[in-house]
């Protein structure tokens, strides 16, 4: 159920970012100190398709709001193949979410190169705005 | 349970200015196994380091996490720290609170709380970290170049300079290549041979270099550092050791009317041949296929004449085995079959491709040098030059890349039309003329300007032959007319592909290719001349079309590459790789597919399972190939592939903490 | 330069052709044996297509000079397809005036009435041709 926006809900984001391009985007939108909210925790990956679909779920299960995984843009993987790999997988595992009732506006793929500070800075703006407008994520949480 | 300790910098206010220090501290020492929490203003300074140090030994912690700028920036150098203590460098996390934290956010509370949130996934994450140990593999200080073009000789000079022996694998009876058949190069002009064969000569008589022609690559096995590669050496009934290229042989061969693959069939051969008079080695090869002795037993003319005894029919295939560290791939280009362009009519003897028209205009060609049209070998009149055959052309007779050098040698060619003969017309039909380069330009508009070479913007449409004359429809966009008018000799500027046999050949070293079957390179900006598997480099034109100083140029960066790599004695592989539980696996082949460096095998393997003891086909990782990019960890279905490093419980135990 | 309009993009629907991915090389108008004939030469229809002229395009002459040879077709290294591109302007020229001079379904039987030997298939095709 989405909540009100204007109520004291910070949420909770994780971001996948792989190590080569993302995560170097990340360190420059640093670097360029450019603002982006403080409820993005990153966790670095050495490439997108290391992303286990299990962690996205995980996360969700553990109270996370919104999910979004990065990695570098497709032709340019330092691993030449993987974010093909990823790609493939992530949006089948996405529509997968929808169908268990994760709203896709939760869940995001986004290519991130390492020059792309400001991309990465928006990227995070926009979906911090798109999950605060969906509200706490009750769907998968885990309530044991 | 882990004794963990916990670093947090100031680094001066960057950090301190935005998170506060206390806080982060405080809540560290709460987080379950944490022994020991400081802080320090500049943690990657002398002191700050010698502190880490200090306080692993002091208070014996099993792992540590740094709570400062980004991994990118210093893991190393804490890394490097913590190898100074007794503590595996591996046991290292950090938690990126400034590029990540402090500079991006500006509300003092949430920056302090999500400071906090990443040293506890950090600490998290140690939990789970295992002491990893780089491996080491040996160095074979040889290397093998595949084929004997410019680019493979110019590389296999460089690196035999640098003190290494390299092995050349030319699959015709000479080294040379495309360039040992051109007559000039542009933009300068000068002589193709002129500037080759002293380089071929170098490359013959180098003591580190050892050339093996007509050969082929049979099988590769090993890994980088440590490749066995197999070469098959095709008998060719001549004795290498005895032959002292006299000559004799082919001059009484009475087999005299095989068309030959030097002069793109437009001058005939003997069946014992050298491929061209400069030839290296300058020794004769029995065609088979086409020798009297092979096909009837009766003849064994060249036997008779040949001084030193070296004519051996009886010759077989030779196979050498030998070891090496790197390969190269410089197998180059070649140009397309026109069969499919009937329009064109190629099949004419008067429309010839542009490397044909090089053999014709080189005074050691079939015409010697003499401009004329095979069929009535009479001199033309007007030469019509058409360009983009083959290239830039979607469908599927033709190629959708740029050929890239064909405006280049068309230029080349009218000029030297002009040159020769000022009388003859020359056209040349062009939908983009492209001449990016040193001094390119200037030499397309002196073709222009100060030859008279007429330049249309417009293409082809239809060659007919007459007998006497090539019928041409064709349009001059410019001028929104359609032209149709006679010309008396055609050249097309043919769309380039890599060579047929190089598929084979990257398949056997599990190299990639695309789908032009030009190979792939490691990253197209960073790793320009290095494949994506380890020790396999590229040099030349196999890589994408380029002209001869684009090919030196890259042949060099390659050997330089190649030197690094068989100067060290032994390679310190990444520890950080796929790790493999062989009681969960099925051998299911899912890892061996996606795994981008070739670096899974499978092997039958005797598996203890709880005291039953049973052969079965898993999964083996070489740990020289593996680059730990995680693709078969995810890909797994049975759970039973890890990445050291970023494991599954490491992983988890961050979302977790991040969670909470 | 890619204006869309409605004809423009009904053009391209019917045909097929992709203008964008034209080169201007004139391989086209190289290989059209009525060339001379035209006003609008083959590796021009793809301009006007490009700038939506489509007017100018339906009002020309070339679309009724066009042989269908489709050598254009064949020879096009970036498949444009130049005459499915006129084939189906000259489509849309004819549906544009069926609203006023051509029949209508309804004239169907009056014209059987008036001719009962009239071929069924031409009264068929006659049908099918001047209708979207």
């Given at each position: 159920m989405p909540l009100n926006p204007n109520s004291s809900f910070t949420p909770l984001i994780v971001a996948f970012c792989c190590n080569w391009c993302s995560y170097a985007g990340a360190d420059l939108a640093g670097t360029s100190r450019l603002n982006y909210p403080a409820q993005i925790k990153i966790i670095k990956v050495?490439?997108?398709?290391?992303?286990?679909p299990m962690f996205v779920l995980r996360a969700f299960q553990k109270g996370a709001d919104g999910v979004i995984l990065c990695g570098c843009h497709p032709g340019d993987c330092h691993y030449s193949t993987g974010n093909y790999y990823a790609r493939r997988r992530i949006t089948l595992f996405f529509s997968m979410l929808e169908y268990l009732g994760?709203?896709?506006?939760?869940t995001h793929l986004e290519w991130v190169s390492a020059a792309e500070g400001n991309k990465f800075a928006s990227t995070m703006r926009k979906f911090t705005e798109q999950i605060h407008a969906l509200g706490k994520n009750e769907r998968l949480e885990d309530i044991r | 349970m882990q004794k963990i300790g916990v670093f947090v910098c100031h680094c001066g206010t960057n950090i301190a200015g935005t998170v506060n220090i206390d806080e982060v501290v405080e809540n560290a020492k709460h987080?379950?196994?944490?022994k020991y929490v400081a802080e320090y203003p500049?943690?990657?300074s002398e002191a700050g380091q010698s502190m880490v140090q200090k306080a692993i030994d002091e208070h014996d912690l099993s792992g540590i996490v740094i709570s400062a700028c980004s991994p990118r920036m210093h893991e190393t150098t804490f890394r490097r720290a913590a190898a100074r203590?007794?503590?595996?460098?591996?046991?290292l996390e950090m938690a990126n609170?400034?590029?990540?934290c402090s500079w991006v956010h500006k509300d003092k509370e949430e920056a302090t709380n999500k400071a906090h949130a990443l040293t506890r996934a950090a600490i998290a994450k140690v939990h789970h970290n295992t002491p990893l140990f780089p491996g080491e593999s040996p160095v074979t200080k040889r290397a093998l170049v595949i084929g004997g073009g410019i680019a493979g000789v110019s590389c296999a000079l460089d690196i035999a300079e640098a003190g290494f022996v390299v092995d050349i694998v030319e699959?015709?009876?000479?080294?040379?290549?495309k360039m040992a058949q051109l007559d000039k190069t542009f933009p300068?002009?000068?002589c193709s041979a002129c500037i080759l064969t002293p380089k071929m000569v170098d490359a013959q008589f180098h003591e580190n270099i050892n050339i093996h022609t007509y050969s082929e690559i049979e099988s590769v096995e090993g890994f980088v550092g440590d490749f066995t590669i197999t070469i098959r050496k095709k008998?060719?009934?001549?004795d290498m050791k005895k032959c002292?290229?006299?000559g004799a042989c082919y001059d009484k061969c009475?087999?005299?009317k095989i068309p030959g693959e030097f002069d793109e069939g437009l001058g005939m051969r003997t069946a014992?041949?050298?491929?061209?008079?400069?030839?290296?080695?300058?020794v004769p090869v029995i065609d088979r296929e086409h020798c009297l002795k092979f096909k009837?037993?009766?003849?064994g003319l060249c036997e008779t004449v040949c001084a030193p005894d070296a004519?051996?029919?009886e010759q077989e295939d030779e196979l050498i085995t030998e070891k090496y560290g790197a390969v190269i791939i410089a197998t180059g280009i070649t140009p397309i079959s026109?069969?499919?362009?009937g329009e064109y009519a190629y099949?004419?003897?008067?429309?010839?491709t542009s490397l044909e028209f090089e053999r014709m205009t080189n005074a050691a060609g079939p015409t010697k040098g003499e401009l004329i049209?095979?069929?009535?070998k009479k001199k033309p009149k007007s030469i019509t030059f058409i360009q983009c055959v083959g290239s830039r052309?979607?469908?599927?007779?033709?190629?959708?890349?740029?050929?890239?050098?064909c405006c280049m040698y068309t230029a080349k060619h009218a000029m030297l039309v002009k040159d020769k003969y000022p009388d003859i017309e020359v056209n040349v039909f062009y939908i983009d003329v492209r001449t990016p380069g040193k001094n390119f330009d200037e030499f397309y508009r002196r073709a222009v300007e100060e030859y008279g070479v007429n330049y249309i913007k417009g293409q082809v449409g239809k060659v007919v032959d007459n007998g006497d004359s090539l019928w041409i429809q064709a349009v001059d966009m410019l001028d929104n007319k359609q032209i149709k008018t006679k010309t008396d000799l055609i050249v097309l500027a043919t769309a380039i592909e890599p060579v047929k046999s190089v598929r084979n050949i990257a398949g056997m070293l599990s190299a990639s290719i695309d789908t032009n079957n030009f190979m792939t390179e490691?990253?197209?900006?960073?790793?320009?001349?290095?494949?994506?598997?380890?020790g396999v480099f590229l040099a030349g034109a196999c890589q994408g079309p380029k002209d001869i100083p684009e090919t030196v140029a890259g042949a060099g960066a390659t050997a330089a590459k190649v030197i690094g790599l068989l100067a060290k004695d032994k390679l310190i592989t990444n520890p950080c790789i796929a790790d493999l539980d062989p009681y969960y696996c099925?051998?299911?082949?899912a890892c061996e597919k996606v795994c981008p460096y070739g670096a899974i095998s499978y092997e039958d393997t005797e598996i203890n399972d709880h005291g039953k003891k049973a052969i079965r086909r898993i999964a083996v990782i070489n740990k020289a190939l593996c680059?730990?990019?995680?693709a078969c960890v995810v890909t797994c279905p049975s759970g039973a592939m890890d990445l050291l490093g970023f494991s599954n419980r490491q992983i988890t135990a961050e979302v977790d903490a991040i969670c909470r | 330069m890619h204006i869309q309009n409605d004809y423009a993009d009904q053009i391209r629907l019917i045909s097929?052709?992709?203008?964008?991915?034209?080169?201007?090389?004139g391989r086209c108008s190289a290989s059209c044996p009525q060339y001379e004939e035209m006003d609008v030469r083959p590796h021009q229809f793809v301009s006007y297509l490009q700038r939506g002229d489509i007017d100018a395009l339906m009002d020309c002459e070339s679309i009724w000079k066009c042989?269908?040879?489709?050598a254009c077709v064949e020879r096009c290294p970036r498949d444009v397809k130049p005459a499915r591109l006129i084939e189906a302007a000259r489509l849309l020229r004819i549906r544009r005036q069926s609203d006023d001079e051509f029949i209508t379904p309804e004239q169907v039987p009056a014209l059987l009435e008036l001719d009962?030997?009239?071929p069924q298939q031409l009264l068929a095709s006659v049908f099918r041709k001047y209708v979207k």
């Open positions: 050495p490439c997108s398709c290391r992303i286990d994760i709203e896709k506006e939760r | 987080e379950p196994g944490v500049y943690m990657c203590t007794k503590l595996n460098p591996f046991m609170i400034r590029e990540q699959s015709t009876p000479s080294i040379g290549g300068t002009l000068d008998a060719r009934s001549v002292t290229g006299c009475p087999i005299k014992i041949y050298t491929p061209f008079a400069q030839a290296i080695p300058n009837t037993g009766k003849c004519i051996d029919f026109l069969d499919k362009f099949t004419s003897p008067d429309v010839i049209r095979i069929s009535d052309d979607v469908a599927v007779r033709s190629k959708t890349y740029c050929s890239k050098i490691a990253h197209p900006k960073l790793k320009p001349v290095e494949s994506p598997t380890a099925n051998g299911c082949s680059q730990g990019c995680g | 097929g052709s992709q203008d964008l991915k034209c080169m201007k090389c042989l269908s040879c489709f009962p030997d009239i």
